[in-house]
DNA sequence: TGTATTTTATTTGTCGACAAGAAATATATT
DNA sequence: AATATATTTCTTGTCGACAAATAAAATACA
């Protein structure tokens, strides 16, 4: 809340973004505040009123839009508004079996192509991510884990992989804030070994122990999603949003 | 050439497309051109002609080139020209290894979910496909044969897979139309009968035997740009476009 | 003659305005 | 009173224009 006002005073202040940065300012706050839940699923986004907020006409934030759309973070009904994309439990299956072969994937291309550099930065988020659970700061841990995969995806060098692996990372993202209910004290620290047995693998090379680990570290998140889910459904009946 | 000039008749003439279709004209009928190779790789796009060309102002036509930049179809170079994206052969490994995994993954899944109507969808394309060898078109062959494996992506009913899928066929059908040479009259048999078997393992719903025999056809194709390719470079020295 | 600098021109990014559609509201008709 | 029709309101889709940014051309300078 206090860090909304902050944003949208920088906003309405003289901090006008230079010609040809409009669009990704709207594109990227966007796309954070939808991540982050500020934006809920299902409400519509209306051009004029985005308009009056950045304080730019409704061209560029008609193209960020269509980026989001593209992004399938945003729904667009043709004559009428948008709306955020819905978070549908019908497709979570398909998202679940996406994302176990994503991680997977790219966790394997990782072991095979990363240069030295690149285990070095993986480890620069591990750290990061280690500090997160250390604070039990939930949100920080949530989007630091997103940056630790999409770092490996990065070093299997695999452009069709990094792009969708990160969409789903995202999705990730929204399905964990819109569900997190209870914390649970266990499961950071399991993430946090089963993320350096993982690095540890990528360093070594060693593809088929890669392999293996990003298989157990997917079934351990969409255990915890599905434990999510089920715990939420009992509470709202499972209609909601 | 022919029909180059009969669809911009059609265009000029008074079929102006309703509010609310201008974008989708301007992005169907360029991502088509896109495909076929009337926009060559790394040749401008400009705006204003197209503009012109489609009769409808700059906004619709922006709009468009967005949407093709995010399917890769396009290239835009802040404040300079937007190009059609080049055929970038560094990265054909990474597409072959994407292109195979996709292939099996949908053929897969596939097996597991089809319903018997996908079936008799999927039968439909694989006879338009004999059609075309029978014909020797090739260039109807290209696009059926995407056809028919975008549909086998749909009776898989993964939305990340399906989507994927539809960019990197798209992307094969452009290598396959830029490198095409010579005519083999053996490899569409051979295509025709790895379809047929993998049709045959979907109904059947075996998903191990779908799983081999698209990974067998996956590698057909792989071997098939490549030797297109071998034999371009040696022509242009491996420099062009 | 070749390089640096100014000028011109082209093309993009953004704007404000207007009209078409759809939803919401009000009116008419049975 | 209930349904059908007309009106109003609101939002989007499209347009033409303008200004910033870059590339190209022209000029100055060594």
Redesign the interface.
Known sequence: MEADSKSNAAEAAGAKPRR?HGVATAYDTLKQEILELKLRPGSPVDETELSARFGMSR?PI??AL??LA?DGLVVTL??RSTIVAPLDFL?LP??Y??LT?MYR?TTR?AAQNRTDAEVVRIRKFQADYAEAVAAKDVSRMIEVNRHFHSMIARAG?????IE?FD??LDEGRRLLRFYYSSFNDELPQVYLDEHEKMVCAIEARDVEMADRIAKQHADQIVRQIQSYIADDRRLNSGIAF
Chains 1, 2 share one sequence.
């Open positions: 040809g061209t008609r193209e269509i980026k593209n043709p004559n497709e398909s998202f079996d996406a072969l994937v291309l060098k695999n452009r069709y992989y969708l969409r789903l």
